[in-house]
């Protein structure tokens, strides 16, 4: 606790007592939270901890059941999110709200509370994005946009609103290592100019290096603050979840076994003027290896997804082989079969039918071996397989009847990564399989990996986090304007050199053939 | 909240009617009670329901394995002309002839006609992203003017006075009766069919649930190697199938011979139907029978009540309209704030 009150400047916000119980929980208990101007201000906690009913009462989208919030030193009711940014307050979400159809400016005229010209308002954009280094078109649509590129068109919407206070929940799990270093010199810019920022994440690395206090946050209630700078990483992880950091088993793997996955020298224009060509793409992957492809968004990784697990579909049949036999033409369900699955970025909508039960969603890839007789549904066996895969990766929920859509986000990745490994892939390909998911979730989604990579699988990893794939694969390529580095195995890279290579440079130290590299683009 | 909305929307469209009713001078509780129970009041009555209601499920059915998979066919109308056209060309050229082969051969060459038609749609959208709504509704104006084409030149009875009409169908050619006395006719077992192919193909059976997924969430579907384009051939041909059918069942049953307006509008008012019944087959059933039901007391209120034959499209387009704004307000909440200041620029 922060102990006494001072005759200070009186904080930008202040929370007492805030308690928020649901039907089946309660979400938030007696919360107590401080943030002076200027302030940032790290809430810590696991999937569950009543983070986000937290940061949905302070931007008005929830309303609490007892306590009071002080803006200033003022009491505040904030009924709305409009409410809110009258206020002040802007938020930037882990889930996007954006249109895809419309284009930057558009997105963010809507949420203007004065409907602005769009020419001026494009202007602004121009100038606050080179203000606080944060690239963005504002004529492009949103559609064509990767998950990092969305989300600095979200900050930029909330910082065109002036607001005193800023949340960010979960911000730097899209961002390459330079990207973080630039986001948070522009938050501290921020929180020099004045502006107090609540800095919602478990990265606890991340959280010593910007943050000036944290709130860590168990079961709906505040079980500490702290001073991040003057406490270990192990020691924050006790206080957010209680226990000791789990780590991982099995290091050290059994010998690579024989080549699983193969592209050859696979080329492929864009139909989208916004999308990624890949060019010239050749990787191959090896039973028992994971394989981690490295870059910042937007540089192919969409594109080279699609075509890896077959939503995209090729012409000749070789430039993509499994198990030594060409697939390139083969759709999602006939490569299934074959034995490569896939895990797409998205969870909403694409990994998951949101409106749909947990059941159906894993009749949606898990419809092979006796899920489906003679055309028709067998719901016994579907909800079983629901049912195992719940268990067997800790999928917190209700049940197989549970929708997808009513699961937290950890939960929900543990669901789509289990439902693709219960069908015990040859080959596994994944793509930013902790996005946005709380340490106890991500440790077991990767320690599953891990296992199943350790029973012969080759998988590939498509990852925007770098300390995930140092953790995690074996081999580390690098995506760059649709070109794709040679694997390096792991132990002989570092971040420094992954991070240059997505910058468009080479894996290689060697300088001359980085010359070479770049002249090709 | 799913089934409250048609009891809304049903509820409201009963005020709106005893509001007319008041309008023209009749006691607005009487003359809804006349309108809701004297078309049903007898046998004959009930199987008039009953034939009515069979080509609306049928089509129903039909239209509403499309639009779980977001494939929005609105050309029901034509595909059921083309129903009266191929199985009215077996009737005519073979139903003399009396083989047992007759019948069989007309419904299922009225449901390969309303395929037909449903793939033109249905091959534009696949192959060139041409908006099935527009095209299937295109569809309708071509197979009417196709049937009035026929009708009143080549198919024309020699002996029907000029009549633009074609002879009667042959009784070889006519769907058997299936209640004495009345004119409830083998359809109403089609419609039944329907109804459980429906809830199996829906419910039970994994092309089904492709179609449900694909109309859901195109991302999960093409994620999951659901093909988009087989399920718009699947609700497409679904749509035609049911239609064509439900279009030989008319002239094969209470028409008895082909007309220009074989139709009487089922090919548009199944699309209310299959909203009202919430794309459920079970659904569909029941509220193809309410506008069964409309159709007839529309007929009715003609002549006891006195009022335009406008009513019954009058009365079903508000129970759609009813229907979609319940939803709106479900799913909705309305809130009034400051008239927004619109800008050019902002419309941009």
Request: with cysteine; glycine share 12%.
């Amino acid at each position: 606790m922060t102990g006494s009150t001072h005759p200070r400047p009186p904080d930008r916000l202040e929370l007492r007592g805030i308690r928020k119980a649901y039907p089946a929980v309660l979400a938030n208990d007696d919360i107590e939270l401080r943030v002076a101007p200027g302030e940032i201000h790290a809430v810590v906690g696991e999937n569950g901890a009543g983070k986000s009913t937290l940061m949905k009462i302070i931007y008005g989208m929830v309303q609490p059941d007892a306590g009071e919030m002080l803006w200033n030193g003022r009491e505040v009711t904030i009924a709305s999110p409009a409410d809110a940014q009258r206020l002040g307050v802007g938020m930037v979400f882990q889930h996007f709200a954006l249109f895809d159809t419309f284009t930057v400016a558009e997105n963010i005229a809507l949420a203007m509370q004065d409907e602005p010209a769009i020419d001026a308002l494009s202007k602004r954009i121009v100038e606050v994005a080179a203000r606080y280094g944060l690239p963005v078109d504002p004529g492009r649509h949103i559609y064509t946009m990767s998950v990092g590129e969305r989300q600095r068109v979200e900050i930029i919407r909330a910082l065109l609103q002036n607001p005193g206070l800023l949340i960010l929940d979960e911000p730097t799990s899209v961002l390459t290592p330079q990207a973080v270093e630039t986001l948070f010199v522009t938050l501290r810019q921020l929180a020099v100019e004045g502006c107090s920022i609540l800095y919602i994440s478990h990265k606890l690395g991340e959280i010593q290096t910007l943050c000036d206090r944290a709130t860590f946050l168990r079961g709906g209630r505040v079980t500490g603050t702290c001073n991040p700078r003057q406490e270990s990483v192990a020691a924050m992880a006790r206080m957010m979840i209680g226990a000791d950091l789990p780590g991982y088993r099995n290091r050290d793997h059994a010998a690579v076994d024989c080549i699983r996955l193969e592209v050859l020298d696979l080329s492929l224009p864009t139909s989208d003027p916004f999308g990624t060509a890949l060019s010239d793409i050749s990787m191959t992957v090896h039973g028992g290896e994971i394989l981690g492809i490295a870059g910042v968004s937007g540089n192919g990784q969409q594109e080279l997804l699609a075509v890896l697990s077959g939503e995209r579909t090729l012409g000749p049949r070789d430039a993509i082989r499994l198990d030594g036999s060409g697939i390139a033409d083969l759709d999602p369900g006939r490569r299934r079969a074959r034995g490569l699955c896939s895990v797409p970025e998205d969870r909403l909508g694409r990994g998951s039918v949101p409106v749909l039960s947990l059941a159906d969603n894993a009749l949606l890839t898990a419809n092979r071996d006796g899920a489906v007789t003679s055309g028709m549904i067998r719901f016994d066996r579907v909800a079983a397989f629901a049912r195992q895969c719940i268990a067997a990766f800790d999928v917190r929920c209700p049940g197989p009847d549970a929708l997808a859509g009513s699961l937290s986000g950890g939960n929900l990745q543990k669901f789509i990564i289990g439902r693709e490994i219960l069908q015990n892939p040859g080959v596994l390909i994944v793509a930013q399989p902790t996005w946005g998911v709380d340490v106890g979730a991500a440790v077991v989604i990767r320690q599953a990996l891990l296992d199943l990579r350790d029973r012969g699988a080759a998988i590939v990893v498509i990852s925007e986090e770098l300390d995930e794939l140092f953790e995690i694969a074996d081999r580390i390529a690098v995506i760059a304007g649709g070109r794709l580095t040679p694997g390096k195995p792991t132990r002989l890279t570092n971040r420094d050199e992954i991070g240059i290579a997505m910058s468009g440079g080479t894996l290689t130290v060697d300088v001359t053939k980085e010359h070479r590299h770049s002249a090709a683009l | 909240m799913v089934w409250l909305s048609p009891v809304i929307a049903l509820t409201l469209t009963a005020l709106m009617a005893m509001i007319v009713f008041a309008a023209a001078g009749l006691n607005p509780l009487s003359s809804l009670a006349t309108f809701i129970l004297a078309p049903v009041a007898d046998l004959y009555g009930v199987a008039e329901l009953l034939i009515k209601a069979a080509p609306l499920v049928l089509i129903g059915i039909g239209l509403s394995v499309g639009y779980r998979a977001g494939v929005w066919n609105i050309g029901g109308e034509g595909q059921l002309i083309l129903g009266v056209i191929f199985g009215g060309y077996i009737a005519l050229h073979f139903g003399t002839d009396g083989g047992v082969w007759v019948l069989p051969a007309m419904v299922i060459a009225a449901a390969m006609g309303g395929m037909l038609w449903a793939a033109v749609p249905a091959l534009l959208r696949t192959r060139f992203n041409a908006s099935e709504i527009l095209v299937s509704l295109m569809m309708n104006y071509i197979a009417q003017l196709w049937l009035s084409w026929l009708v009143f030149g080549a198919w024309r009875d020699p002996a029907g006075f000029n009549f633009p009409q074609s002879q009667p169908l042959a009784p070889g050619a006519l769907f058997p009766i299936l209640i004495e006395g009345t004119r409830a006719n083998a359809s109403i077992i089609f419609a039944l069919l329907a109804v459980i192919l429906g809830w199996v193909l829906m419910n039970r059976s994994f092309v089904g649930f492709q179609l449900r997924v694909t109309g859901l969430s195109e991302g999960a579907a093409r994620y999951a190697g659901f093909s988009t384009h087989r399920a718009v051939w699947i609700g497409m041909l679904a749509g035609g199938a049911t239609a064509g059918i439900a279009g030989v069942g008319e002239i094969a049953g209470p028409l008895g011979q082909i007309f220009p307006t074989a139709s009487p509008g089922y090919g548009y008012a199944a699309i209310i139907v299959a909203f009202l019944g919430r794309l459920n087959p079970v659904g569909i059933l029941f509220s193809g029978l309410l506008m069964a039901l409309i159709y007839l007391s529309g007929d009715l209120a003609q002549m006891s009540l006195g009022m335009p034959s406008a009513i019954t499209g009058l009365l079903q387009s508000l129970l759609l309209f009813f229907l979609l704004t319940a939803d709106v307000f479900i799913q909705y909440r309305l809130r009034y704030t400051a008239p927004a200041r619109a800008t050019e620029g902002a419309a941009a």
